[in-house]
């Protein structure tokens, strides 16, 4: 597993790749350079939020393309002239030059996917990195329900990238699989804020909390005879929608919320939607239990 994070090939130096330029060195470092091989030029602010969650990304896939694109950041509090004559109006903004002249440009704080697919129209395909072939494992792992190579992996991506969203937000849900809810919560709150943000996080977040709601071993038996009496107990049925999603049957109790939704919406505030929006951060925006279990939710709300 070490090798498979260690591996690469061997490429141009990460100095020659990234470098911070102004003003002054612009024509050398883009418009002349550009000539050679495709410059990208990152504007950026130390005070720009979004700069730094943009930056190392893309860092992280030039360095992957070796050598086929260069990097060049420039300071806009320092370096004003080209990034005003380029217009530039909100920052990160992100140009590319060919041949002396710009030929494309993003804006904000896309995603890796959306940096790749960048990179690659310059000529730069950068292919997955060990880092992503190690997750696709781990992850793979993980759905087999195979947890213990699962955490692993995950443990070693984060020693060689402590911080890794993806990583930790795939150890902090095993911990919670395993009962393990304080280790989940100490791996999540030592986070910066900023990194709480990423769905993968908030995902492994909702995992936690609707743990901590009901803690996995409960007996669900007294709580279907209890509706089998009175159906419309909709706190009994609340409770076993969490009880079943704690010990993992997940489908039966989206099930169980979309009744309740179905029986009384406005019922303690909208506690059936609201669980149930839980109930999806938690399983995240492309499991096909999320993907059903919204367009079901979709139909009951406008019926």
């Given at each position: ?5 260690g ?17 002054d060195s612009?024509?050398q470092?883009?418009?002349?350079a ?9 504007f ?18 030039v ?9 060049v950041k ?11 004559q ?43 990195s ?19 190579t699962?955490?692993?992996?995950f ?5 060689h990238e402590?911080?890794?969203a993806k ?6 849900k ?31 977040q ?8 009901a803690?996995?071993?409960v ?28 010990g993992g ?9 979309l ?8 019922w303690?505030?909208g506690?059936?939607?609201?669980q ?28």
């Amino acid at each position: 597993m070490d090798q498979l994070i260690g591996a690469g090939k061997p490429g141009a130096n990460a100095a020659d790749l990234i470098k911070d330029a102004t003003d002054d060195s612009f024509e050398q470092d883009v418009l002349l350079a550009s000539r050679d091989t495709p410059v990208i030029v990152d504007f950026w602010a130390p005070w720009c939020g979004p700069c730094k969650q943009l930056g190392p990304t893309i860092e992280k896939v030039v360095k992957e393309a070796k050598g086929a694109v260069k990097l060049v950041k420039i300071n806009i509090d320092e370096n004003p002239h080209f990034a005003s004559q380029l217009r530039v109006q909100s920052i990160p903004a992100v140009f590319a030059f060919k041949g002396g002249r710009p030929v494309d440009a993003f804006l904000g704080a896309v995603p890796e996917s959306q940096i790749r697919t960048f990179v690659k129209k310059l000529g730069g395909a950068a292919g997955p990195s060990p880092i992503d072939q190690a997750l696709e494992q781990a992850n793979a792992a993980l759905a087999a329900n195979d947890l213990p190579t699962a955490q692993d992996i995950f443990s070693q991506v984060l020693e060689h990238e402590p911080g890794n969203a993806k990583a930790t937000a795939g150890l902090a849900k095993i911990f919670v699989s395993l009962g393990q809810l304080d280790d989940a919560k100490a791996l999540l709150d030592s986070l910066p804020p900023e990194a709480k943000r990423d769905p993968e996080i908030e995902a492994a977040q909702a995992a936690l909390d609707l743990a901590h709601q009901a803690p996995k071993g409960v007996d669900v038996a007294p709580m279907l005879e209890k509706l089998a009496h009175n159906p419309k107990d909709h706190q009994t049925r609340l409770d076993l929608a969490t009880a079943l999603f704690a010990g993992g049957q997940q489908e039966a109790a989206i099930d169980q919320l979309l009744e309740l939704y179905k029986l009384d919406r406005n019922w303690n505030e909208g506690a059936a939607r609201a669980q149930l929006v839980k109930f999806f951060e938690a399983l995240g925006n492309t499991n096909p239990l999320t993907v059903q279990g919204r367009r079901r939710l979709s139909s009951l709300m406008f019926a």
